[in-house]
């Protein structure tokens, strides 16, 4: 799909891209199955918010489970999803399928309802934090990345460190973290740009930090774990490794051989890790990644 109706006021998709228009899913099927002929193994659904789409009666939930039922040995992927209409249809679908991926890229953007108001993102911290404790509760091992802007107008001290709390709440495994600078043609635009500069790069300093720390201590729990890892690639530091990625979205980093080659999922055991990379020793070579679907959860 293509566009967005949210208008965040920051954001110049809405002027540059227009308003949303959603492809058929027979029409997005039709291709997810020429890929897969032509050997691909992982694909990637996008959109400035996927949550948006639709095709007559069916949603962004349906349009996933029709192309993870093409081929269970492509991996799915997608985003980008908008907090505001992440249902939790889509989150079963996540759960019953186990070629999609159990990685969701989830912005938060703030942490300070206020902000998140002048921001136009049309939802709260509460409604955000809810969706996150659902989907730990119905997609076993699910992993969050997210986006974050520090020095939104107006933004205090005290909001900056409610996002630093958010964060430590939620544990993302990954984020994008941004200054906020100005964008012509935003309603944004148009708002005092308050924030001295030399505070905006503290601020988002802290948040950097705070996020690598995180990431390194979930990575650091991994150690002596086990995964099925997609080969993508030669790694970018010695081609005499190969550079992969699991389903979770973590980069893995292991030694070429063992008749692995680019394409394989190949299942490994994680010896070592950083804030970014982990690094594992070969298994076996699979055929198909199997995950354990979620167990009935009552929701309330």
């Known amino acids: 799909m293509r566009g967005c109706d949210k208008f965040c006021t920051y954001c110049v998709v809405p002027f540059t891209r227009g ?35 639709i095709d007559g009666e069916n949603d962004f939930a349906d349009l996933l489970a029709a192309c993870a039922k093409v081929d269970e040995k492509l991996r799915i992927r997608f985003m980008t999803s908008h907090p505001q209409d992440f249902s939790d249809k889509l989150l079963y679908i996540i ?7 159990n990685y969701i890229h989830l912005p938060v953007q ?47 001290e005290e909001e900056h460190k409610m996002t630093l709390e958010v964060m430590a709440k939620v544990r993302y495994d990954g984020a994008f973290m941004f200054k906020y600078s100005p964008r012509e043609g935003t309603p944004a635009f148009k708002m005092e740009d308050d924030i001295p500069e030399e505070v905006k790069s503290r601020r988002l300093t802290e ?21 099925v890892v997609l080969i993508e690639n030669l790694s970018k530091k010695s081609d005499q490794f190969y550079s992969g990625r699991t ?16 394409g394989d999922l190949v299942k490994v ?21 199997k995950r354990e679907n979620a167990v009935e959860t009552d929701l309330g």
């Open 19 to 53: 308003r949303e228009r959603s492809s058929t899913l027979t029409s997005v099927v039709e291709e997810v199955r020429t890929l897969s002929e032509r050997g691909f193994r992982e694909v990637t659904l996008l959109g400035q918010n996927v949550n948006s789409y």
């Open 95 to 101: 759960s019953e399928h186990s070629n999609i991926c």
């Open 110 to 156: 703030a942490g300070s309802d206020r902000v998140l108001e002048e921001m136009k993102r049309t939802y709260t911290i509460e409604h955000y934090l809810g969706i996150i404790e659902r989907a730990r509760k119905i997609i076993p091992g699910v992993t969050f990345s997210t986006d974050i802007i520090t020095g939104f107008p107006t933004e205090t």
């Open 207 to 227: 948040i950097i930090d705070q996020q690598l720390q995180i990431a390194y201590e979930i990575n650091q729990e991994l150690i002596g774990t086990e995964d």
């Open 269 to 289: 055991k994680i010896y070592k890790a950083s804030s970014a990379t982990l690094f594992g020793d070969f298994i076996e070579i699979v055929d198909v990644y």
């Open 247 to 262: 389903d979770s979205n973590k980069i893995v980093i292991l030694p070429i051989g063992n008749d692995m080659k680019i």
